[in-house]
């Protein structure tokens, strides 16, 4: 079954410095996309950046980049140069493609509270 | 382009009763997603719509129902209210796997309350 794990709950990381969140992915499919979305407090979902499986290079999306391994079937977010906005939750995301059939079902892990300190 | 809208964006409603979410997604979208959050089970995938079939769905009882108009807007239904569906429900809109733009843009989700 396809899985996500992310087995950080919360770190705390200081204004200006770069911080690293962990995601893993189980999946047998050679197809996938895999997603990182930030949460504030008000609730809605924020896109950061996509990775598709076949993309070789990393993703980057201004301050934020994905360091995808795949072998390692890693999908790391990094944030660089991190602002006191950058409080959050972050979740990681797998969309399923099981034999690239037609779907945009996402399968989210249990997320990373990231607290920007000044 | 206009964002995601999601109507209405609070809700309390008491048991037994009944509710129904409204999801506009962006202009041009064809699929809409619905995802249930809550602080026990996290996201969860409820159904999702493209070009009005229901083209998956999650692991929720039959009171869960929702539909799709031509115009891409969908709703999602729940019945028979129970305290446990007390949850942030988000409406996700993109355009088809198979284009460039797979993105899924979330809605600001509607917070239901069931007392």
């Known amino acids: 079954a396809q899985k996500i794990t992310q087995t950080q709950p919360g770190m705390f990381v200081q204004e200006k410095e770069a911080v690293t969140l962990d995601c893993t992915y189980d999946?047998?499919?050679?197809?996938?996309?895999l997603f990182w979305y930030k949460q504030p407090s008000s609730g809605e979902m924020i896109f950061l950046i996509y990775?598709?499986?076949?993309?070789?290079q990393n993703a980057t999306e201004g301050r934020y980049s994905l360091n995808f391994q795949k072998a390692r079937k890693s999908a790391n977010l990094v944030i660089s140069a991190s602002q006191l906005g950058d409080s959050a939750m972050y979740f990681c995301a797998m969309r399923e493609a099981p034999g690239g059939g037609a779907t945009n079902k996402l399968i989210f892990g249990t997320g990373t509270l990231l607290a920007v300190q000044p | 382009k206009a964002g995601v809208t999601q109507t209405p964006r609070y809700l309390i409603k008491t048991r037994g009763q009944q509710v129904t979410l409204s999801c506009s997604p962006i202009s041009g979208h064809r699929s809409v997603s619905w995802y249930q959050q809550t602080p026990g089970q996290g996201l969860q995938f409820l159904f999702e719509y493209f070009s009005e079939t229901q083209r998956n769905k999650g692991n929720f009882p039959g009171r869960f129902s929702g539909r799709q108009f031509s115009n891409s807007r969908s709703e999602m239904n729940v019945s028979t209210l129970e305290l446990g569906d007390s949850a942030l429900y988000l409406c996700?809109?993109?355009?088809?796997?198979?284009?460039?733009?797979?993105?899924?843009?979330f809605g600001p989700g509607t917070r239901l309350t069931v007392t």
């Open positions: 996700a809109s993109s355009d088809d796997y198979r284009t460039s733009s797979y993105e899924q843009y």
């Open positions: 999946t047998s499919d050679q197809s996938y996309g």
């Open positions: 990775q598709g499986s076949y993309d070789e």
